[in-house]
């Protein structure tokens, strides 16, 4: 992936022939569960315009269908991957494209809503005729169409839906992201191995699947392994007011607190921790990603001693991953994510499949990905037997003010 900047920049809207629409034409264009609120929401990009000089015709190019949440409560997720699946597809078109062929990326808007996606899904099977799909983005409209995909046995891999049962018995689909329970079970052995704690409390978000998969694993895991589960604490989805919860952990004093939530979230319960006076540990997952987007500079020292695992790291020096940041930057005058980076990755393992197997043919393609060795910007991955990736994860911290690589952890 030697890319260059200039002729990326120039080429990404153009030579991709990507679009991507919350419309129902034909030609429109991933933590984990839904976080609550959306205030920061990016819009999507407006549709490129088309590069004249690129096939356009049917059979002159390879379709790779998309979904993400373009518009609704999690559009900033699926604005990020959108985002970066189409530089991904300007850096393959680029580099001469898939069997000979231009990667032609179509991409619905489905709203955050898994009867939507379902609609979206059946529209670029059946009228766009897509070889193959990444997406969804978050995790209830991924196991929708994960299921439509297994019944038409579509090669798939969404970058970032993270929900255990959405590769289970579904040998054609494939993700880039952790799953939920194994961010748990890495984030319980962090603590009790590089901690060193005996005690934690737990505080979730009740009605989110992400949230709940994530805390019952670190509870599972701790309890096998001698970490005492001293509270485990329970909130609402979308409510503003932790001190309850909080106040019942900080009576119990444990060692680390595991907060299993979106950085929304994370950055209400740090403040109104630090009011407290709780002084435990402070540990999450991936979904913490933007939290110090969301805090106010004021209270950034909420988030001292905090640890939480991700996918990458910016702080990374791999030349790869500091170009695609400084690309996505000055193409969408955005910061990337971690959405993003894993939406670049999805594409690209995608693609190389589709090289490997020398042909569209599905058999072909999903054999190809369980074949994956890809060295990307999250590192070298490879699939386990539930279409998972392997691979070590990241710990970050934040220190003043900024996010903060500490190691690579596997367990």
């Given amino acids: ?79 990020a991957v959108d985002n970066a699946v189409k530089l991904a597809v300007a850096d393959i078109n680029a580099a001469g494209g898939v069997l000979g062929k231009q990667v032609e990326y179509i991409c619905y808007d489905e709203k955050g809503d898994a009867n939507e996606a379902v609609n979206a899904y059946n529209k670029l099977v059946n009228d766009d005729g897509v070889v193959a799909l990444v997406g969804d983005v978050t995790s209830k409209p991924t196991e929708a169409v994960a299921q439509r995909a297994l019944d038409d046995n579509l090669p798939m891999i969404t970058a970032s839906g993270t929900a255990e049962g959405i590769t289970q018995g579904r040998p054609n689909v494939f993700r880039a992201c952790f799953i939920d329970p194994f961010q748990g079970q890495l984030m319980a052995s962090y603590a009790i191995n590089k901690l060193g704690a005996k005690t934690a409390a737990i505080l979730f978000d009740n009605g989110d699947p992400y949230s709940t998969g994530i ?32 106040t019942t952990i900080k009576e119990k004093n444990p060692d680390v607190l595991m907060i299993p939530v979106y950085y929304q979230d994370v950055a209400l319960i740090a403040v109104q921790a630090k009011n407290l006076g709780l002084t435990s540990k402070m540990l999450g997952a991936d979904g913490w990603d933007g939290v110090l987007e969301k805090i106010d500079a004021s209270n950034v020292d909420a988030l001292k001693d905090v640890y939480f695992c991700s996918q990458y790291s910016a702080e990374s020096t791999d030349e790869n991953l500091q170009s695609f940041l400084a690309t996505y930057k000055e193409t969408y005058g955005l910061e990337a994510n971690m959405f993003a980076v894993l939406g670049y990755d999805a594409m690209q393992i995608m693609a190389a499949a589709i090289n490997k197997a020398g042909s569209t043919d599905p058999d072909a393609i999903i054999a190809a990905l369980g074949e994956t060795n890809y060295a990307g910007l999250t590192g070298t991955t490879t699939f386990d037997e539930s279409n998972n990736p392997v691979r070590e994860a990241i710990i970050t911290t934040v220190a003043d003010g900024a996010y903060k690589f500490v190691e690579n952890y596997k367990m």
């Fill in 1 to 79: 992936m030697k890319r260059m900047l200039a002729t990326l920049l120039a080429a990404a809207m153009l030579v991709s022939m990507s679009a991507c629409s919350s419309s129902s034409s034909t030609e429109s264009s991933a933590p984990g569960g839904e976080p609550a609120s959306s205030e920061d929401a990016a819009a999507p990009e407006e549709p490129p315009e088309e590069d004249d000089a690129a096939p356009a015709a049917d059979g002159e190019t390879i379709k790779i269908g998309g979904l993400a949440p373009l518009t609704g409560d999690v559009s900033q997720y699926g604005t």
């Fill in 215 to 246: 805390a019952d694993a670190f509870e599972a895991y701790a309890k096998e392994n001698g970490l005492e589960i001293v509270a485990k604490e329970g909130y609402q989805t979308g409510t503003p007011d932790f001190n309850s919860q909080l």
